[in-house]
């Protein structure tokens, strides 16, 4: 199902899909929030995944939602250049971005979950990372035909773990999805977009953006790179927080998961995909840093809001 | 398999990433089957989940650093 419109744009660009109309640039109005902007984009790309029942399948390739799409693109990409520099440090990526994350100071939801969360506000988190754990990895699948053999036969393992290693059952989207049934949310892939904050949907469409345009592919995987090494230690957090609070065991045990298979993700990301991609093209370096950094911030933004909306920064 | 492709690779400061399947003894002879495309195996003693890797080390290098 559409999400709900978040402002004339949306309102307008919902419609006119649901209802199978042309869009021009005439009959649709620019963003009149962030919100607004994020929440139309976030549509736009889902064309490319999974889709939605009341929008014709054949909408992915029109050439007047791909303009605006764009355009959409282009004002979130000048928004996340004033948000992210890249660093201008000498050596390895893989060491640029370790020093990226050690000097991060971003407060963190995992600890927080860990230590001091209720249930309700662990189901909140749960639900607004629904939103890309039901589709987990797949932005960077878009990646793997647009790499040389070297990164690109190492992001095919790092895929192919991520996606169960050919068994269904321990595929992560599918183990979070176990997991939210076995806390009594529901699993609908895209259910809850509506409940997302704009923090949640510029996560998501920063991983879109870079996944779709063969320009991004360095900045997809600096992302990737950042997103594996911040995943072990706070997965672990996650888990204990969940046991804490008495969460049924396939919730927590998606976490546990991510615990063992990120510390592995992690040095195939940096060492055996970014460090070999800048290697062999040292025209992606400042992209794989960018990626890299725009993760970093994106994550900073969402633990920064919610946690002050819960008094706990 | 070129010898630019190492299927067992030390990474700094962190722990042995193997590619492939392999089965690895611990320390007290028990031995464990990889069960993914690549694996990481803990160096720095520390792991909850050993002989895997668990991202123990970072937290080893924080304290030396601080």
Redesign the interface.
């Known amino acids: 199902m559409l999400p709900a419109a978040r402002g004339r744009l949306s309102e307008e660009l919902f419609a006119a899909l649901a209802a199978n109309d042309a869009v021009s640039e005439r009959s649709i109005p620019r963003p009149d929030s962030p919100d607004d902007e994020q929440i139309a984009l976030w549509a736009l790309y889902e064309l490319h995944y999974r889709g939605f029942d009341e929008v014709d399948a054949d909408r992915e390739w029109d050439p007047d939602l791909l303009r605006l799409r764009r355009d959409l693109e282009r004002s979130f990409e000048e928004r996340l250049r004033t948000w992210v520099s890249i660093p201008e440090a000498a050596g390895p990526v893989s060491e640029v971005i370790e020093k990226l994350i050690a000097v991060d100071d971003a407060p963190s939801i995992a600890r927080f979950v860990q230590r001091r969360a209720t249930g309700d506000q662990v189901r909140t988190v749960l639900q607004h990372r629904s939103i890309y754990h039901l589709k987990e990895s797949d932005p960077v699948s878009w990646i793997v035909p647009r790499l040389e053999a070297g990164p690109k036969a190492a992001l095919a393992g790092l895929q192919f773990d991520e996606y169960g290693s050919g068994q269904p059952s321990r595929l992560h989207h599918r183990l979070f999805a176990d997991g939210l049934r076995a806390a009594e949310l529901d699993d609908t892939y895209g259910r809850y977009i509506d409940e997302a904050p704009v923090e949640i949907l510029e996560l998501n469409n920063a991983m879109s953006l870079f996944g779709l345009h063969r320009r991004w592919r360095g900045a997809g995987l600096g992302h990737l790179a950042v997103f594996e090494a911040t995943s072990s230690l706070p997965s672990r957090q996650m888990a204990q927080g969940l046991r804490r609070l008495g969460f049924p065991e396939p919730v927590a045990h998606y976490y546990d998961e991510h615990v063992e298979a990120d510390a592995v993700h992690e040095q195939l990301a940096l060492r055996l995909i970014c460090d070999v991609l800048v290697e062999e093209e040292p025209d992606q370096r400042d992209s794989v840093l960018f990626g890299a950094a725009t993760c970093l911030e994106l994550e900073a933004r969402y633990a920064r809001k919610i946690l002050r909306q819960w008094d706990a920064a | 398999m070129s010898v630019d492709e190492p299927d067992v690779?030390m990474?700094p400061d962190?722990?042995m990433?193997l590619?492939g399947h392999h089965r690895v003894a611990d320390e007290s002879g028990e031995v464990f089957e990889t069960?993914?495309?690549?694996?990481?195996v803990c160096r720095c003693g520390k792991s909850?989940?050993r002989p895997?890797?668990?991202?123990?080390h970072?937290?080893l290098r924080r304290t030396k650093t601080t």
Not at chain 2, 35 to 40: V, Y
Not at chain 2, 52 to 56: E, F, I, Q, T
Request: hydrophobic residues 35%; contains cysteine.
């Open positions: 690779i990474c962190g722990p990433l590619r069960e993914r495309p690549f694996s990481a909850a989940t895997w890797c668990d991202g123990s970072k937290l």
